[in-house]
């Protein structure tokens, strides 16, 4: 495993060398059972203590309240843009959004299908740059809940603390991109979702924490796989739930734990994008978010020209350093340094940078 490549991937993502270890261990052969984790019944006692350690385990690590439930659902951060409005937006109310991305601009359309929705901030003007400071977020007078995107992953930015809902309100938050990357106080959020394959685990499970008193509050009538209630009633088994992703979640977390925790992986994660944006220091790279926004889990940044970009691009990938394009809409390249990307990756990318500079420059 050492000779592996640097994966500075957006997601699918790096997983630690570690849980791919105990994963491969577990396809053969679950916790001593002689039955692998994908053959399992996920009614059977040994699924249901995967389970079990894997919400556990999640409880610990974030110190999450008693009063809020754990859900592990499919559908991607994508089904959570149009679950969270279904529950929650009643026909005649209004869901404040504060816009700095295109995920955030998708989710916000969803929920245009089931009630009104308010632009309390945005940041399309400045090309979603910035992220909006405090005096330029303006609420409606009482929104049904208060949307953000805690880490931009196209352009690079991320909220350096939550945004305050009015009083009556509670925050809503995709954290797909950075969730776990920091402590975070889950008593001021009402609903955090997160798809796994950027921070947790593999593609296909999505990490939903929701305090419980909102359960009570059913807006519309809904399919059964749609409602919230449901799947917290029949604590994520209501109908076959992701049992790979929740496994390799579970030893994430575990993983996470051992590390130190949530205060570790942050001192990690801000000296590892440390190294990577002081390499953008001179005046041959360009970072893309403004230097108040910007990410520790994604560094996004171009050299003077298209071309130059491909040529770093190419010339990154054959040292080892792969998965570096930006996204199509933003292009330049995009370094992703989340939970399980080593700091000597950074380091490797960062000498990389300075030799193309003084190479191409
Ligand atoms: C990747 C990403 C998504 C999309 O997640 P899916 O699981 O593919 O639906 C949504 N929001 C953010 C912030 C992302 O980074």
């Given at each position: 495993?050492?000779?592996?490549?640097?994966?500075?991937?957006?997601?699918?993502?790096?997983?630690?060398?570690?849980?791919?270890?105990?994963?491969?261990?577990?396809?053969?052969?679950?916790?001593?059972?002689?039955?692998?984790v994908?053959?399992?019944?996920?009614r059977?006692?040994?699924?249901?203590?995967?389970?079990?350690?894997?919400?556990?385990?999640c409880?610990?690590?974030a110190?999450?309240?008693?009063?809020?439930?754990?859900?592990?659902?499919?559908?991607?951060?994508?089904?959570?843009?149009?679950?969270l409005?279904?529950?929650f937006?009643?026909?005649?109310?209004?869901?404040?959004?504060?816009?700095?991305?295109?995920?955030s601009k998708?989710?916000?359309?969803?929920?245009?299908?089931?009630?009104?929705?308010?632009?309390?901030a945005?940041?399309?003007?400045?090309?979603?740059?910035?992220?909006?400071?405090?005096?330029?977020?303006?609420?409606?007078?009482?929104?049904?809940?208060?949307?953000?995107?805690?880490?931009?992953?196209?352009?690079g930015t991320?909220?350096?603390?939550?945004?305050?809902?009015?009083?009556?309100?509670?925050?809503?938050?995709?954290?797909?991109?950075?969730?776990?990357?920091?402590?975070?106080?889950?008593?001021?959020?009402?609903?955090?979702?997160?798809?796994?394959?950027?921070?947790l685990?593999?593609?296909?499970?999505?990490?939903v924490?929701?305090?419980?008193?909102?359960?009570?509050?059913a807006?519309?009538?809904?399919?059964?796989?749609?409602?919230?209630?449901?799947?917290?009633?029949?604590?994520?088994?209501?109908?076959?739930?992701?049992?790979?992703?929740?496994?390799?979640?579970?030893?994430?977390?575990?993983?996470?734990?051992?590390?130190?925790?949530?205060?570790?992986?942050?001192?990690?994660?801000?000296e590892?994008?440390?190294?990577?944006?002081?390499a953008?220091?001179?005046?041959?790279?360009?970072?893309?978010?403004?230097?108040?926004?910007?990410?520790?889990m994604?560094?996004?940044?171009?050299?003077?020209s298209?071309?130059?970009?491909?040529?770093?691009?190419?010339?990154?990938?054959?040292?080892?350093l792969?998965?570096?394009?930006?996204?199509?809409?933003?292009?330049?390249?995009?370094?992703?340094?989340?939970?399980?990307?080593?700091r000597?990756?950074?380091?490797?990318?960062?000498?990389?940078m300075?030799?193309?500079?003084?190479?191409?420059?």
């Amino acid at each position: 495993m050492s000779e592996r490549p640097y994966n500075f991937s957006a997601g699918p993502a790096v997983l630690p060398p570690e849980v791919l270890q105990e994963a491969r261990g577990a396809l053969l052969d679950l916790d001593g059972s002689g039955i692998g984790v994908l053959e399992h019944s996920h009614r059977g006692e040994v699924f249901r203590r995967v389970l079990a350690e894997a919400e556990a385990a999640c409880r610990a690590l974030a110190n999450i309240p008693e009063d809020y439930a754990v859900l592990f659902l499919q559908g991607g951060a994508a089904t959570q843009f149009h679950m969270l409005p279904a529950n929650f937006l009643p026909e005649d109310g209004v869901a404040d959004y504060l816009v700095t991305g295109a995920w955030s601009k998708k989710a916000l359309a969803e929920a245009r299908h089931y009630g009104a929705v308010h632009i309390a901030a945005s940041g399309a003007k400045g090309g979603f740059r910035e992220i909006p400071g405090a005096a330029e977020i303006a609420c409606s007078a009482a929104p049904s809940y208060v949307h953000f995107t805690s880490n931009n992953t196209i352009y690079g930015t991320q909220w350096a603390r939550e945004p305050e809902p009015p009083e009556s309100s509670w925050l809503a938050c995709d954290a797909s991109s950075d969730v776990f990357s920091r402590p975070i106080e889950i008593a001021r959020y009402g609903l955090l979702y997160a798809g796994a394959q950027k921070n947790l685990g593999p593609a296909g499970v999505t990490l939903v924490v929701l305090r419980r008193a909102l359960l009570q509050r059913a807006v519309r009538e809904l399919p059964a796989m749609l409602r919230y209630a449901l799947h917290a009633e029949n604590n994520s088994l209501y109908n076959t739930p992701p049992a790979f992703g929740i496994y390799v979640m579970g030893r994430v977390f575990a993983w996470l734990q051992r590390q130190g925790g949530l205060a570790e992986m942050a001192r990690r994660n801000a000296e590892k994008a440390q190294i990577v944006y002081a390499a953008m220091e001179g005046d041959f790279y360009r970072a893309v978010a403004h230097p108040n926004s910007r990410s520790h889990m994604n560094a996004v940044f171009r050299t003077p020209s298209a071309e130059l970009d491909s040529r770093f691009v190419q010339e990154a990938e054959a040292a080892g350093l792969r998965g570096l394009r930006g996204h199509r809409s933003v292009g330049g390249m995009r370094a992703s340094l989340y939970n399980a990307f080593p700091r000597a990756g950074c380091l490797a990318l960062a000498e990389f940078m300075r030799d193309f500079a003084r190479r191409a420059g």
